[in-house]
């Protein structure tokens, strides 16, 4: 029964009837005009189409579906009731988080928030056909069957052997919106969500295969991506199954909302509903405990808020068998000890080693430090100023970050992009900075987190910095091949140069170094023999400005050039954009994931301009850039160092 | 023969002058309706702001603004319209020479937009179509043309009246 019909034709009649039998009395004017009104009425409730129901299996392929009957339905409860109710009386707060990236994590497909190009785009990878179109506010893609992809995975066959039909399937969602943008399609299975292979560079305006934008081994086949598996534990507010025995995900809002931070917010709503408690409320100092407060916990509890999401783990209760984790979702609540639920993977650590040793060994350095982007808790926790630090001087992610009235980019408070992040604590720099680090106060050197949070850390084809706040250490570049900050910014400078300045400035003892050490660039060698992040990290650092502003990356061309044919694609990538960035190359074109001639031709081309710009490096500088007394490549030395180069497999876990 | 055919006519007649109501009866009705009726919308105002009072989230969250919107266009129109049913009985004493079925179709116009504007807009707040209006504002559309021909009506016999005063 339509009650809406009903309610409307009464109210029509209601209000027309006495106007109707008045009208065999009425002029001609008011006759027409009134049956004008009538057949108005009558036909808006003719035509317009009834209420759209959500239909028990929706046609993957009917572009009349509405797209909310392809996603995860959005369904409150839990205690959770969503962003948009807090915006109600925390205008301000909503908006600023309205401005973030984490609010536009996950996100459905319109003109608006789409970024990358449909019109009528061919892609081809790894013998895969792509056709991207937009039909309208639509956006679809004929490719091979996902479906059939993914019953080969489970079949345990390789997705890219044997021959897909090839269907259409129309993008359902994203998730990105700040480097990359990725893009979801329905597969028949439940209401899952396979990506599509190709990912959106919002910088450069480019598709790219998704599986080259990794670092992950070169053999590596077709990573398919479900989000319903995955994604959706921290790219949507409390996604969970329907019930336990149905593949059916249902969210109570896409993307990171308020609650993911402060925790389910029924009680603090249903309380403050009454005006009378909103106004005791104001100017008490009483904890309100009907809701989590970040800003308000611990340093601890705060910073686990973050780590729920920027660590990696395993959910303890994943493998209890009577644990019905599907159908309640994460157990961690804000304010929760998260340890209680969640089994951290820190450096060794056997269980991680057991489920891919892979990914477990590659996302760490050797002394423990990690090395992946986007796991950032696991990182701060290991730093003395939040291990070492009693609760109420321990800094926590809040420390330099906020969600709120804060920038988007890095989330970062305002002035904690420069030194008063660390003075906050350490007061005792504020007047002497110049003298503490040696460099001019107002250069790259004498900023805090560049040589005490160096960019050692890497994701999505960049170098992020470490977020164990550490001291710049010589031994351990040169025992764990660990870049520093010394070196990150004097690229073209040995790990002696540096031992000697940390000893010279601020007594820290480095020990015996290698000839290789004590004689060669530390960067290039890394570049040259380094893993596959250690190469990437490193040629990141090419690029970087500061970086180029203090030393001669001209010098590192010849490395960046070899890297151009890296067998990591990411890694090829990053050489080509540190490449890109000396004026002298920002011409080169380069596809990363183009045939191996085409590299080698590039990479012709790149040296063939170094030798024209060989000259302008520095006499001095020579001999640890294994440039021999005439100034030309030792080459030699180079494929010395090649041959050495640490092919063990990386993974990251990005 | 012709008695039967005479005598319907006669009964119309009749039934038209009970029927036609005099411009003060109409001024009463109309001044009648309008205030009521602006103590009903004052009372749907005091509602709304109620329902801000306890946040309550039909009401208030993202997905109601098309709910609000209507809702606050119901408590604005409905106001409006109490006040020109004021306007409207202060206007039809003074024009005497306004044709009777004329002005009472057009008092009974303006009653019948009065209470399909507002009700369409409560309506198309109530039934939310995908967080859009719903099928109320099918009345609204409809109503507004009644209200046109109200405003029609009024201000052609306004002139009319004026240059019979001359």
């Known amino acids: ?654 | 023969m012709n008695a039967p055919a005479a005598a319907p006519k006669r009964r119309r007649s009749q039934s038209s002058a009970v029927k036609l109501l005099t411009p003060r009866q109409i001024c009463r009705g109309h001044l009648r309706f309008g205030w009521i009726s602006l103590g009903c919308f004052c009372l749907l105002g005091i509602f709304l702001e109620t329902l801000h009072g306890f946040k309550i989230e039909w009401y208030l969250s993202e997905a109601m603004t098309a709910r609000r919107g209507c809702w606050l266009a119901a408590h604005a129109s409905g106001t409006c319209f109490s006040l020109l049913h004021i306007v409207f009985a202060m206007t039809v004493v003074y024009l005497t020479d306004w044709r009777p079925k004329s002005r009472l179709a057009t008092s009974y116009s303006l009653y019948s937009a009065s209470v399909l504007i507002p009700a369409g807009f409560l309506l198309a707040g109530w039934f939310l179509r995908d967080a859009k209006p719903g099928m109320g504002m099918g009345l609204v559309l409809a109503a507004a043309l009644l209200l046109l021909s109200v405003l029609l009506a009024t201000a052609t016999n306004t002139m009319r009246q004026r240059a019979a005063a001359s």
């Open chain 1, 1 to 654: 029964m339509d009650w809406e019909l009903i309610v409307y034709l009464l109210v029509a009649g209601f209000a027309l009837l006495p106007l109707l039998v008045r009208l065999p009395d009425a002029s001609l004017a008011v006759k027409l005009t009134t049956v004008v009104v009538v057949i108005i009425s009558l036909g808006v409730a003719i035509l317009l189409p009834p209420r759209s129901t959500r239909p028990a299996r929706a046609d993957l392929n009917d572009p009349a579906v509405p797209i909310k009957h392809l996603v995860p339905p959005i369904v409150l409860g839990q205690g959770y009731v969503s962003s948009h109710t807090c915006r109600s009386c925390h205008p301000r707060e909503h908006a600023s988080w309205h401005q973030t990236y984490h609010r536009t994590m996950t996100q459905l497909p319109t003109p608006e928030t789409v970024l990358a190009s449909f019109d009528d785009i061919h892609l081809k990878s790894r013998g895969r056909e792509f056709h991207l179109t937009r039909q309208g506010d639509q956006f679809w893609v004929t490719m091979p069957s996902p479906d059939w992809e993914h019953l080969r995975q489970e079949n345990q066959e390789d997705p890219l052997s044997g021959d897909p039909m090839t269907t259409r399937r129309r993008v359902v969602m994203m998730t990105g919106s700040h480097h990359f943008q990725a893009y979801w399609v329905r597969i028949d299975r439940g209401n899952d969500m396979s990506q599509l292979p190709w990912v959106w560079d919002i910088k450069e305006q480019e598709w790219l295969p998704a599986e080259d934008v990794f670092i992950r081994p070169p053999d590596g086949g077709r990573r398919l991506q479900v989000w319903n598996d995955n994604c959706v534990a921290c790219h949507a507010l409390n996604g969970r199954d329907r019930s336990a025995d149905e593949l059916f995900t249902e969210v109570t809002e896409l993307g990171i909302s308020c609650e993911a931070c402060h925790g389910p917010g029924q009680d603090h709503v249903e309380h403050y509903r009454n005006p009378l408690a909103r106004y005791q409320a104001y100017g008490a100092e009483l904890k309100d405990t009907k809701i989590v407060n970040p800003a308000k916990c611990s340093a601890t509890v705060s910073s686990q808020i973050c780590g729920s999401c920027h660590s990696a783990g395993r959910k303890k209760y994943f493998l209890d068998e009577n644990a019905d984790h599907h159908n309640q979702g994460q157990r961690y609540r804000p304010g929760d000890d998260l340890e209680e639920t969640l089994h951290l993977f820190r450096f060794g650590d056997t269980e991680a080693e057991s489920l891919n040793e892979t990914v477990a060994k590659s996302a760490f350095w050797q002394d423990g430090t990690l090395r992946v982007g986007g796991r950032e808790y696991l990182a701060m926790i290991e730093s003395p100023c939040y291990a070492d630090a009693s609760e109420d001087r321990r800094m926590s992610c809040l420390s330099c970050h906020s969600m709120h009235h804060s920038d988007p980019n890095d989330q970062l408070s305002q002035r904690m992009d420069g030194n008063h992040a660390c003075l906050q604590c350490h007061q005792k720099f504020e007047k002497q900075i110049a003298e503490h680090t040696h460099h001019a106060a107002d250069s790259s050197g004498s900023k805090c987190y560049n040589c005490h949070m160096p960019h050692t850390s890497y994701a999505l084809l960049k170098a992020i910095r470490s977020h164990r706040v550490e001291v710049p250490s010589a031994a351990v570049s040169a025992a764990k091949d660990k870049p520093n900050g010394c070196n990150q910014c004097h690229l073209d400078k040995t790990l002696q140069w540096t031992a000697d300045y940390l000893k010279k400035w601020y007594q820290i003892e480095t020990g015996p170094l290698s000839s290789e050490q004590q004689a060669e660039s530390a960067t290039l060698t890394l570049l040259l023999r380094g893993d596959a992040a250690e190469r990437a990290i490193s040629a990141w650092t090419c690029g970087w400005p500061a970086a180029q502003k203090t030393s001669q990356s001209v010098g590192l061309v010849p490395a960046l050039a070899q890297l151009l044919n890296d067998p990591y694609t990411a890694v090829r990538r990053l050489a080509f954009q540190a490449l890109r960035s000396m004026k002298e190359f920002e011409d080169l074109q380069f596809d990363f994931v183009g045939s191996e001639q085409h590299r080698k031709d590039i990479q012709a081309e790149v040296m063939l301009r170094w030798e024209r710009l060989r000259g302008t490096i520095p006499r001095q500088s020579w001999s640890a850039l294994l440039l021999d007394d005439e100034g030309k490549l030792q080459l030699d030395r180079y494929l010395e160092l090649l041959k050495r180069r640490d092919d063990q497999p990386v993974e990251f876990p990005e």
